[in-house]
């Protein structure tokens, strides 16, 4: 299957999954963090969006250990940037219904938390089809080293994705199932 051939079957089995309340351990993630002696205490996630593994509970608890949380803000011509939010902070919901900060302080996570729609054993991962993470990883990976760790439910993966050039693999994929 093509890209856009797994993004529609892994789209609408995520749609009907939608009741579940799946949740990723926490503490995996700590670990992962603690591996990778991530120094910086800047982290980057996302607002949950169309049937997304919710990552807020997540956020709260790095926001609990003093860690400065963002959130992405989608740019003009297909650019976006993370900027600094706190879970007391108010949102505004952009043109594709997502809530993002109002903050005008752009923050360069250390960790990123990457939505995605599908993932294979190589962590390689499929996004909506707009290339807004993979050109942002791009970018930052240029200015310094950042972790990133793909959220997902175990249904999500699949057997391969062919990938391109432009196409960032992720450092670990975390599902409900560990990593």
Do not use: H
């Not at 049937?51 to 992405?72: A, C, Q, V």
């Not at 505004?92 to 938390?113: H, M, Q, R, T, V």
């Amino acid at each position: 299957m093509n890209k856009s051939e797994i993004r529609k079957k892994i789209l609408t089995i995520r749609k009907l999954n939608k009741t579940k309340k799946i949740n990723i351990n926490f503490s995996c993630l700590w670990k992962i963090i603690n591996k990778e002696k991530i120094k910086g205490k800047s982290l980057g996630g996302y607002y949950p969006y169309n049937y997304e593994l919710n990552d807020l509970e997540i956020l709260r608890k790095f926001e609990e250990k003093k860690f400065n949380i963002s959130l992405p803000k989608i740019k003009t011509n297909s650019q976006m940037n993370f900027f600094k939010w706190s879970f007391s902070d108010p949102l505004a919901i952009n043109n594709f219904g997502i809530p993002e900060p109002i903050s005008k302080k752009i923050i360069y996570p250390d960790i990123i938390l990457v939505p995605l729609v599908a993932f294979d054993e190589n962590l390689n991962r499929i996004g909506y089809g707009g290339g807004y993470y993979d050109r942002y990883l791009k970018k930052i990976k240029k200015k310094k080293r950042i972790l990133l760790i793909g959220l997902a439910y175990s249904f999500q993966k699949v057997k391969k994705i062919q990938i391109n050039k432009y196409d960032i693999k992720l450092d670990y994929i975390v599902t409900e199932k560990g990593s």
